[in-house]
């Protein structure tokens, strides 16, 4: 079992910045990809950005240019540095992890952590 813990969310004007953190409770060697997806209320969960142990990275569109994901995906830990928000960034953001073990994948979720852009 993977517990995913998030933090790093707030209350931010429009066009100020905020950095969400990812990191799991306990080590572990079998996750290949972390990344980060939100949800709005009403809406559909979305992709934000992920980002792989080779470091290969994804971006949701509406996103790119302004988000950026880094970190240590076989250490387990995770960034997003989120800059130029917008109102409609406000979400809770969720921490994603993918588990492979040989034929045996599992997704695991962190709790999330709502972010708030005022206007």
């Known amino acids: 079992q993977v517990h995913l813990v998030e933090s790093g969310g707030g209350l931010v004007q429009a066009g100020g910045s905020l950095r969400l953190s990812c990191e799991t409770s306990r080590l572990s060697l079998n996750i290949i990809a972390m990344g980060w997806y939100r949800q709005a209320p009403g809406q559909q969960r979305e992709l934000v950005a992920t980002?792989?142990?080779?470091?290969?990275?994804t971006y949701g569109d509406s996103v790119k240019g302004r988000f950026t994901v880094f970190g240590d995906v076989a250490r387990n830990t995770i960034y997003l540095e989120m800059e130029s928000l917008k109102p409609e960034d406000t979400a809770v953001y969720y921490c994603h992890a993918q588990w492979v073990y040989f034929s045996n994948k599992d997704d695991y979720w962190g709790r999330g952590t709502q972010v708030t852009v005022a206007s």
């Open positions: 980002i792989t142990n080779r470091g290969n990275k």
